[in-house]
């Protein structure tokens, strides 16, 4: 498996950037689809965004398309997400996850947007909006 550690959260306000890393381990992350999810107490794990293994096609939440953009280096072995126009609602912990290429079971898009199929998460960082 990889091992994944998150990293470039903070505080900022109302319309400010923030853009986090996710650091793989190994030698097996290109072959991992990368999610990132955030959670926010007393809520459930919440899609965001995910990229497949090359980094040709990435996917979105409603909630945050047109702000964030996931990339990924498999040369550094890093997937980063850049946030704008933050808004408070996305206050959160944010997490990344890999998702094994080895996984089946429906369209890549609802895999990746499944966190019951992922098998590595980070540790999370949080991500706090204010207004």
């Known amino acids: 498996q990889v091992q994944l550690v998150e990293s470039g959260g903070g505080t900022v306000q109302a319309g400010g950037s923030l853009r986090l890393s996710c650091a793989a381990s190994?030698?097996?992350?290109?072959?991992?689809?990368i999610g990132w999810f955030r959670q926010a107490p007393g809520k459930e794990r919440e899609f965001v965004a995910g990229?497949?293994?090359?980094?040709?096609?990435?996917y979105y939440a409603d909630s945050v398309k047109g702000r964030f953009t996931i990339s990924r280096d498999n040369a550094k072995n890093t997937v980063y997400l850049q946030m704008n126009s933050l808004k408070p609602e996305d206050t959160a912990v944010h997490i990344c996850?890999?998702?094994?290429?080895?996984?089946?079971?429906?369209?890549?898009?609802?895999?990746?947007?499944?966190?019951?199929?992922?098998?590595?998460w980070g540790q999370g960082t949080q991500v706090t909006v204010s207004s």
């Open positions: 190994g030698r097996t992350f290109s072959s991992y689809h």
């Open positions: 990229i497949t293994l090359s980094g040709a096609t990435t």
């Open positions: 996850g890999g998702l094994s290429r080895a996984v089946v079971g429906g369209t890549l898009s609802a895999l990746l947007q499944d966190p019951r199929r992922y098998t590595s």
